[in-house]
């Protein structure tokens, strides 16, 4: 056999003091706070290159990320370090790390080792049999919540999210008086499962759990074969995989967690922020230890991030600092409208590809999906390519295609596609006999008389006179597209109801809607701009999608960085979300969320905070700049003229 040439890695030359101390530390239990662009990905790197060099198996290994790419990377850059030892190292998902043991031990859980792993798909098609087989059914069907809805539900019961009542009552408060009949959907799902031998993402992590704390010596064999367990993104574990790493440790306690408490910001996918301040008191005798030095920002920029982050109520106490001292000021805008910021950013943008900055090195970053809505209008306009992450697109989202047919066919009686879209909407009217009417409408107008299109003796006669009825009022209605959507959205609200259990959410993106046709006298004009091109168009951003400006929630930035960071509405009222308000954590959370975002910024940050809102029923509403840059000392931004 060759023998295999053993590299030596000088870590003290190769990594700053605190990756050094991170990577060289004694077995035993460590938490590596990483702040953020501090090299987190290759402390964990050098971590595992350091255990193979001292000695250690690399079988008795475990790296658990949160996809499997991610190991796949981490350990690949291991390999290129050392050699193919790194390969022997066990890496991947706590789910799939589950599915390895639980395919061993199933039969101690009462499972057979050939059990089959539900997709979502299946979840929902098992849940939806679950709903329909209700004995005695729900009084009210329609106001029941939908599958996905359900699915969604149970899933959170059983990550540590609280009882099902619990999460109805905070998530959906309109459907809580379903609790007891979701709970019974929760128990027949549970049997259908057991019965037919399967297993869902959850179970999983669940049965693991089970397997090891009720089968002691399962446990230890399991323990002692993976003697050094690293665990990557801990801030973002939920109850059940923090219970995963204590079980999987409890013969040697050599855990070390890599992750950022001030980065921890998806409560709503059931990840669990006290996890990772509580592990100190899950291992006892810790070694914490902080990489605080920055790779991605200017001085100037983390002067900002670190005051917004030091006044964090629980955290670790961390100040990040850098040796890139060149850069400018952050830029704090308060343009006067929307509108105003819209343009602002426009300007932006075209000054800083004027001066060779790629688009895709450029990225505008907003709380909710609804917030960029305005800015796409003027981007199209513009002919600015851009790609959007998170959050949804005009003509993506369900309901807003719907309200906008609503609006073309009064501007264009023979959009007969659209007429098929609304039609379908009511009741007893399929594909096919959407089409219909909507070529007879399309070929002979918007009729007076609807009994050749729906004789009485169709059941849907009365709704598709409703409907043209509404059609024939705001095509003679002479006022604002603000109240023409708003006639809309109040006929269509029973339709979001019953298609949405999400629809308050939904409600407010159609308020939204009508704040944006403000502006225009011309229903044409407003439907022309509303028309972003989708993705699989041959538009700008097909023709060249590797330079497009990047639009992204913030939820969808973590773990990214840009050149620029434009970040939008920093105002009271979208940066805290009004959600928040309720709950001290919550709002805690929107603070790590401004974290992230300030923290993707590599050369310029530009915050932007207008002056107004509009509202439809009120008007221009004046606004105050978000509580979490109103605390960041003034000098540490500059102000453009005029803002």
Not at 203 to 221: G, K, Q, S
């Amino acid at each position: 056999m060759k023998k295999q040439h053993v590299h030596s890695i000088d870590y003290e030359a190769e990594l700053n003091p605190s990756q050094a101390e991170a990577v060289t530390a004694p077995g035993g239990p460590i938490l590596v706070i990483a702040g953020a662009g501090s090299g987190k990905t290759r402390t964990v790197v050098y971590r595992v290159a350091w255990l193979i060099e001292q000695g250690i198996d690399p079988a008795s290994i475990l790296l658990l990320t949160f996809t499997r790419k991610a190991a796949e990377e981490m350990l690949s850059r291991a390999a290129a370090l050392l050699d193919s030892r790194a390969s022997r190292v066990a890496g991947g998902t706590f789910h799939s790390i589950g599915n390895l043991l639980l395919r061993r031990y199933a039969p101690l859980l009462g499972y057979d080792s050939s059990f089959s792993i539900m997709d979502q798909a299946d979840t929902h098609e098992v849940v939806d049999l679950a709903r329909k087989n209700l004995s005695p059914q729900p009084l009210d069907l329609k106001r029941f919540p939908k599958t996905r809805t359900i699915a969604e539900v149970l899933s959170r019961s059983v990550g540590g999210g609280g009882t099902v009542a619990e999460i109805l009552s905070v998530r959906y408060p309109h459907l809580a008086e379903h609790a007891a009949d979701v709970e019974r959907v929760r128990v027949l799902y549970e049997e259908h499962k057991k019965t037919n031998n399967l297993m869902d993402y959850d179970d999983l992590l669940v049965n693991t759990i089970r397997l090891l704390e009720e089968h002691e010596h399962v446990r230890e064999e399991v323990s002692n074969r993976w003697q050094y367990v690293l665990v990557d993104e801990y801030q973002d574990t939920n109850r059940l995989q923090a219970r995963i790493v204590r079980l999987l440790a409890s013969t040697h306690d050599n855990v070390m967690v890599v992750g950022d408490d001030s980065q921890s910001i998806y409560s709503f996918r059931g990840a669990d922020f006290t996890n990772i301040m509580e592990f100190p008191n899950l291992f006892a005798g810790a070694k914490i230890v902080k990489l605080e030095e920055n790779y991605r920002s200017t001085d100037q920029i983390l002067k900002v991030t670190n005051s917004i982050i030091r006044r964090a109520s629980v955290g670790y106490p961390k100040k990040l600092f850098t040796r890139k001292e060149d850069g400018p000021k952050p830029m704090a805008a308060r343009p006067m409208t929307e509108r105003d910021q819209s343009r602002f950013v426009i300007q932006c943008v075209k000054e800083l590809n004027g001066h060779g900055i790629p688009l895709r090195d450029i990225a505008v970053l907003f709380r909710a999906g609804f917030h960029s809505f305005d800015l796409e209008g003027e981007l199209a306009r513009n002919g600015i390519p851009y790609v959007k992450y998170g959050g949804m697109k005009f003509l993506e989202s369900l309901h807003i295609k719907d309200v906008l047919a609503h609006l073309k066919v009064i501007n264009n009686y023979k959009d007969r596609l659209s007429w098929s879209r609304i039609l379908r909407l009511l009741p007893g009217i399929g594909a096919k006999t959407a089409m219909s009417l909507a070529t007879q409408i399309a070929t002979n107008g918007v009729p007076d008389d609807t009994s050749h299109l729906a004789p009485p003796g169709r059941k849907y006669a009365g709704d598709v006179r409703k409907l043209l009825s509404l059609i024939h009022g705001l095509r003679d209605n002479q006022g604002p597209i603000a109240d023409k959507v708003a006639m809309i959205n109040e006929y269509y609200a029973p339709f979001l109801k019953e298609k949405f259990d999400n629809y308050p959410k939904r409600m407010r993106d159609l308020e939204q809607l009508a704040n944006l046709t403000v502006t225009y006298r011309s229903l044409n004009r407003f439907l022309n701009d509303m028309a972003l091109e989708p993705p699989d168009d041959d538009g700008p951003r097909s023709e060249s999608p590797h330079d497009s400006l990047v639009l992204s929630t913030i939820h969808s930035s973590k773990g990214l960085e840009w050149h620029t960071v434009i970040l939008l509405w920093a105002t009271e009222g979208r940066i805290p979300s009004p959600r928040a308000e309720d709950s001290v954590e919550d709002i805690e959370e929107e603070r790590r969320l401004v974290y992230v975002a300030t923290t993707r910024a590599m050369h310029n940050l530009v915050v932007l905070a207008p002056r107004t809102f509009f509202d439809r029923r009120i008007g221009q509403v004046s606004t105050n700049v978000s509580r979490f840059f109103e605390e960041v000392p003034r000098d540490f931004f500059r102000v453009p003229p005029g803002t």
